[in-house]
């Protein structure tokens, strides 16, 4: 297992980046961003790519669950509600809120 490196940059206005390669041969590049009141964006970089491959924007409840889950915590698991009208397809997938950091934005920046 290699050593992790984080680095860490004030976004001023806006809260905290940590940036880490991740993933075989590091080629990916992991990107957090806290924000001061609260949210956080998960973006993942490929290669020497500008625009991320995915973002995703979380709550604070949501990032401290997925944080647990990381660390190998145990949660209750919440069954699926069972939908009486068979009719109907089910829902095309699950919703994720993003952020478009755009390309003059610290935030969607490559180091």
């Known amino acids: 297992m290699s050593e992790l490196v984080v680095q860490e940059r004030r ?14 041969d590091s080629e990916q590049l992991l990107v957090i961003v806290a ?6 964006h ?9 625009e991320p ?3 995703v924007r979380l709550s604070t409840g949501h990032a401290a669950g997925i944080a647990a889950l990381l660390t190998g915590a145990r949660l209750a698991v919440v069954p699926a509600v069972v939908d009486e009208r068979p009719d109907e397809p089910p829902p095309a997938g ?3 809120d993003t952020v478009d950091a755009g390309e003059q934005s610290v935030a969607g920046s490559r180091p």
Request: negative net charge.
């Open 11 to 24: 976004l001023p206005g806006i809260g905290w980046r940590y940036d880490t390669r991740v993933g075989d």
């Open 35 to 40: 924000e001061d009141r609260g949210p956080r």
């Open 42 to 50: 998960i973006m993942v970089f490929d290669g020497q790519s500008e």
């Open 53 to 55: 491959s995915t973002s």
């Open 94 to 96: 699950i919703p994720v």
